[in-house]
């Protein structure tokens, strides 16, 4: 069985910073890719930040130059540092995790950013 655990989601005001965690822990194999996928209220989740074991790293428009992905591959965890916080950035974020397996999800944390 695998986890991902999410922590640091919030309240922060527009132009703040927040910064996500995820640690992935059980029977997970060779991580290929962690990153995190957001999700807004009556819309589609969409991917904001991946990273590959390769280095690649992609982001999505609406946070580049905003957000920055890292990763401690010796600990299984990626991180998300949001900083120019917008309100349009309010969604359930959700880690996810890659392996030769298949793909797995955190529970989600909450971000809200007002304006």
């Known amino acids: 069985q695998v986890q991902l655990v999410e922590s640091g989601g919030g309240l922060a005001q527009a132009g703040g910073s927040l910064r996500l965690s995820c640690a992935a822990s059980?029977?997970?194999?060779?991580?290929?890719?962690m990153g995190w996928y957001r999700q807004a209220p009556g819309k589609q989740r969409e991917l904001v930040a991946g990273?590959?074991?390769?280095?690649?790293?992609n982001y999505a428009d609406s946070v580049k130059g905003r957000f920055t992905i890292s990763r401690d591959n010796a600990k299984n965890t990626v991180f998300l540092q949001m900083d120019s916080l917008k309100s349009e950035d309010t969604a359930v974020y959700y880690c996810?995790?890659?392996?030769?397996?298949?793909?797995?999800w955190g529970q989600g944390t909450q971000v809200t950013v007002s304006s």
């Open positions: 990273s590959t074991s390769g280095g690649g790293i």
């Open positions: 996810y995790a890659a392996d030769g397996r298949g793909w797995y």
């Open positions: 059980g029977s997970i194999g060779s991580i290929n890719a």
